[in-house]
């Protein structure tokens, strides 16, 4: 595929820098990315998980914070090899080690992690489609939004160190967000919300977000409104302790 490639400047907690990016064919790191960098802390000598690593904003900004190594997972080739030209973009490449796959099957048997990003798709198929935030080859988080974050839950609570914590997202709006957080209550005995922000929504934008609902996806949320614009809720959870 040829795809058209630019860069563009990031500033997220405490780090800028300029990532190769494809907004047409790629995700485009956007304000719940941001949002991941504020709710997340780094330690010194932290091993750090990105999962779901597009091309590669939060692995990035993990190996610029006082991390000893970070590891990335990315499903979609293109972004894989874009993520792979950002690492040396920015110099990270010795800190990063980067697979093209799903979930923590690419690791090393025993390898795990003092911190899990998990900023994997979980915005519903419709609501994902008709906001353009993911374009037709990135796979979304299915019908409810929930299909490639409960997974994640279940999964993640066998590779983190004692004391780990994973990080994940809520977008309590424009997915399953009840179902969502179910799971995440029967994998880890402590959840704690991070951040809960309310996000715009243009005219444009709620009328092709609502034009995109089934009648059946109740738990998708339409009419929330802030002043006279229509928002959307998004969450940053920390979870620790899992039930394993
Ligand atoms: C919401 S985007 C976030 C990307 C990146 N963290 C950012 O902020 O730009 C979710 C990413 O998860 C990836 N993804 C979806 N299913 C996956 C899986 N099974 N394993 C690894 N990555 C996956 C998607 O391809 C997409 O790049």
């Known amino acids: ?36 960098t504020k709710s997340i802390t780094i330690y010194p000598h932290d091993v750090v998980f990105d999962i779901g690593s597009g091309v590669g ?20 080739r293109s972004q894989f090899d874009l993520l792979m030209k950002n690492l040396e973009k920015n110099n990270v490449e010795d800190k990063v080690s980067a697979y093209c796959g799903s979930f923590f099957g690419p690791f090393q048997p025993g390898l795990k ?13 419709g609501p994902a489609r008709a906001l353009g935030w993911y ?30 914590r994973l990080y994940f997202p809520c977008a309590l709006d424009l997915s399953d967000g009840n179902k969502i957080m179910k799971s995440a209550a029967s994998n880890f005995r402590n959840l704690e919300r991070k951040v809960n922000v309310q ?31 229509n928002v959307w809720i998004g969450q940053i959870y920390e979870a620790t302790d899992p039930i394993l």
């Open 199 to 229: 996000f715009p929504l243009t005219a444009k934008q709620h009328e092709d977000l609502v034009a995109s609902v089934k009648e059946e996806q109740h738990y998708i949320k339409t009419d929330r409104m802030k002043g006279s614009r």
């Open 113 to 125: 992690a003092d911190a899990i990003i998990a900023d994997v798709s979980g915005i519903a198929e």
């Open 135 to 164: 374009p037709e080859e990135i796979p979304t988080g299915g019908y409810d939004g929930t299909e490639v974050i409960i997974p994640v839950l279940e999964q993640a609570g066998r590779y983190l160190h004692d004391g780990g």
């Open 1 to 36: 595929m040829c795809m058209n490639v630019e860069t563009k400047p990031f500033s997220l907690v405490r780090h800028d820098f300029e990532l190769d990016v494809a907004p047409d064919y790629l995700f485009m790191p956007n304000q719940t990315t941001k949002l991941f």
């Open 57 to 76: 904003p939060l692995t990035v900004w993990a190996a610029k914070e006082p991390s000893e190594h970070v590891y990335s997972v990315e499903i979609v």
